[in-house]
């Protein structure tokens, strides 16, 4: 089993930089593929970014392509989402997920992540 808390959300104004964290326990973190979703009201869940176990495979969303950098570090268990330009549609609550057993690759299917941390609420103002 693995928990996953996220954490650096908050409220900024449209052009600004945030960069969330997502922590994992419970395991051994480093083997495994891990994803960033978002999901804003009335909509459904959008795929961010990916990163495979080494991360030297990252995969984006195109809506956030240039704007957005997934890393890791391994050794710290965690996950890093560098959110640069914010625009208004970017707001959000952001979750991160990690993948199963073996799978060290990124994707950027929701269905491939069995572990889900509960989000931290992006809000960007105009």
């Known amino acids: 089993q693995v928990q996953l808390v996220e954490s650096g959300g908050g409220l900024v104004q449209a052009g600004d930089s945030l960069r969330l964290s997502c922590v994992a326990s419970?395991?051994?973190?480093?083997?495994?593929?891990m994803g960033w979703f978002r999901q804003a009201p009335g909509k459904e869940r959008e795929f961010v970014a990916a990163?495979?176990?080494?991360?030297?495979?990252?995969y984006y969303g195109d809506s956030v392509k240039g704007r957005f950098t997934t890393s890791r570090d391994n050794a710290k268990n965690t996950v890093y989402l560098q959110m640069n330009s914010l625009k208004p549609e970017d707001t959000a609550v952001y979750s991160c997920?990690?993948?199963?057993?073996?799978?060290?690759?990124?994707?950027?299917?929701?269905?491939?992540?069995?572990?889900w941390g509960q989000g931290t609420q992006v809000t960007v103002s105009s």
């Open positions: 997920g990690a993948r199963g057993a073996s799978d060290y690759r990124a994707t950027p299917n929701a269905d491939d992540y069995p572990y």
């Open positions: 419970g395991r051994s973190f480093s083997p495994y593929g």
């Open positions: 990163i495979s176990r080494t991360g030297f495979t990252t």
